[in-house]
């Protein structure tokens, strides 16, 4: 192989080697592209579920407030949940068939 092949060889394969290290790097590594799109999908799903985890808190919220303010809407949770009732008082229960 003569000098002059091998300089072509490396006027050819450095500059392509300095192209394409980078922009692999900058496609696949730990901060690349690839991994960022992982990242704002990941993100994405764990703000809806934050969403939805705050719809519910709020619900849960409201049917407290109305709980402390009414003592019907606390004697039918206690009634419903552990089957307490006042004295003559008749609990009915139906199952949920589907």
């Keep these: 192989m003569s000098s002059l092949s091998v300089q072509r060889i490396l006027?050819?394969?450095?500059?392509?080697?300095l192209i394409l290290i980078p922009a692999g790097l900058a496609i696949w590594s730990d901060s690349g592209t690839v991994e960022r799109a992982r990242l704002e999908r990941q993100l994405e799903a764990s703000q809806s579920e934050l969403a939805a985890i705050e719809r519910q808190n709020a619900r849960l919220l409201r049917e407290l407030k109305l709980a402390e303010e009414e003592d019907a809407?606390?004697?039918r949770w206690v009634a419903e949940e552990i089957g307490w009732t006042r004295p003559g008082?008749?609990?009915?229960r139906f199952d949920n068939e589907e």
């Excluded at 006027?11 to 080697?17: D, K, M, Y």
């Excluded at 008082?89 to 009915?92: C, Q």
């Design 11 to 17: 006027l050819t394969v450095v500059p392509a080697a």
């Design 73 to 75: 809407v606390l004697e």
């Design 89 to 92: 008082t008749t609990l009915v």
